[in-house]
Each structure stands twice: as structure tokens, then as C-alpha cells.
């Protein structure tokens, strides 16, 4: 499976996501800078965290207009797994690819630690790998983390089970602790913490790894032949 690490100015986490895709998981991977116009060649998309363009209007605002957005959308359209990670979870609710927007922590601080969430929906292609209702720890280091949507959309998330991740507790203001969400097709993925930095015991602990070979599991099932 080859995936596309989209680099974005004042992208800082694409290493991270390089890391764990090529070095932990042992696909293919490239960087692919943000005026592209041609993702075709990739099986899954990746836009990191970090903070594009300075974070200037709002996070992720400028981003949604890079060159490469329109194949992205493309590749989304297509059905291909697309995963959003901080930033990149603030780029795809920008861009229209996910509902909601994420605001400024309740405590107005950056924050950076491990957190403890839970997988409120193990039957997706990102999460197939987990254990439905299971507790993982996973890093976060965000500003901008407090996901809101308005009552209609959330009623939408709750019976679609678009809701993927939560967590534990509410540190950041999130409405009912939502950390990760899917679009209504299920191959679109926003969330704030960083399963990139949870993919070995030398780094502090491996439980973000299930989620990329949760996608790498989906992705041969449908087409690698198993003739």
C-alpha cells in the first residue's frame, strides 16, 4: 500500500507519520508537497499536524485552499482512506470533508501530554484492529482541540456512529469528549491526537499502531487477491 504524507508550510508532524507508515508498518510512503495536482498514484492519503501557514485565520483555514486540496476531496470522493491528524483533522472540517469545527481549549493553553481514549467504533476501516469499547493511550499536543458542532449534526454523528474516538475526560472543552470522527462513508478520519507518536514502546507505548494497520488490513482485504 502506498500512501501520500502531505507537507503543507509549517507542517511539523509529517515525519512522524512518515515514521510510522514506512519504518513500523514497513509500506510505502512519500512526501508530497501542497500545490500537487495529482494524488492518482496513491492508495491512502495522510495530512499531518503541525500548524499550516502559521495558523493564521484560523487553523487550517488557508490550508483548505492548497492546490492539493482538490485531490484530496478526489481521492475521498474515490473512497480511498483519508486520515486527518491535528492539523490535519482542522484542515478536513475546513475544507467540508468532516462536519464541525475544532475551537480554542476551554483553558485557552496548548497542551501537550498522553491522554487516555476510547474506541467508540471498532467497525471501520481505521479501527478494525481494536477492540470495540477499548482504552488506549495516545499523545495530544493542540491549542485548537476543542471539536463543536451544533445539536442537529451531532444527532447526525450519534446515529450514523461517525463518533470513532473519545476521550476520557474533558480537558478541552469538546463537545461530549469527541476526539475523532468519520464522514458518513467511513473512509474520511479526523482526530486530534497523534496515533503517529504511539507506534513503539521506544517512544512511550505502540497503541496508535492498530489504527494504521487497521487501514493496511482494509485496503488488502479489498485488493490483494487471495487466490
Known amino acids: 500500500m502506498k500512501f501520500a504524507v502531505i507537507v503543507f508550510p509549517g507542517s511539523n508532524c509529517d515525519l512522524d507519520m512518515y515514521h510510522a507508515v514506512k519504518d513500523e508498518l514497513g509500506e510505502e510512503a512519500e512526501y508530497v508537497w501542497h500545490d500537487s495536482k495529482d494524488l492518482s498514484s496513491y492508495d491512502g492519503i495522510l495530512l499531518p499536524g503541525g500548524f499550516s501557514y502559521g495558523d493564521y485565520l484560523r487553523c487550517g483555514a488557508i490550508a483548505q485552499f492548497s492546490g492539493v486540496m482538490d485531490e484530496v476531496r478526489k481521492a475521498a470522493e474515490a ?85 470513532v474516538f473519545t476521550y476520557g475526560d474533558d480537558f478541552n472543552g469538546s463537545r461530549n469528549n469527541i476526539a475523532g470522527i468519520i464522514n458518513e462513508r467511513g473512509n474520511v478520519l479526523g482526530m486530534m491526537p497523534h496515533p503517529e507518536r504511539a507506534v513503539s514502546e521506544l517512544i512511550g507505548g505502540k497503541d496508535g499502531l492498530a489504527l494504521f494497520r487497521s487501514i493496511v488490513k482494509q485496503w488488502r482485504e479489498a485488493h490483494v487477491s487471495h487466490a
Open 79 to 163: 473512497g480511498k482512506p483519508v486520515l486527518g491528524i491535528c492539523n490535519g483533522f482542522q484542515i478536513l472540517t475546513e475544507a467540508g470533508l468532516l462536519p464541525g469545527v475544532l475551537l480554542r481549549n476551554k483553558n485557552l493553553k496548548f497542551m501537550c501530554r498522553t491522554v487516555g481514549l476510547k474506541v467508540e467504533n471498532n467497525h471501520t476501516l481505521f479501527t478494525n484492529e481494536y477492540e470495540q469499547g477499548q482504552e488506549i493511550q495516545i499523545p495530544i499536543a493542540h491549542g485548537e482541540g476543542n471539536y463543536y458542532c451544533d445539536d442537529e449534526t451531532y444527532k447526525h454523528l450519534k446515529e450514523n456512529n461517525q463518533i
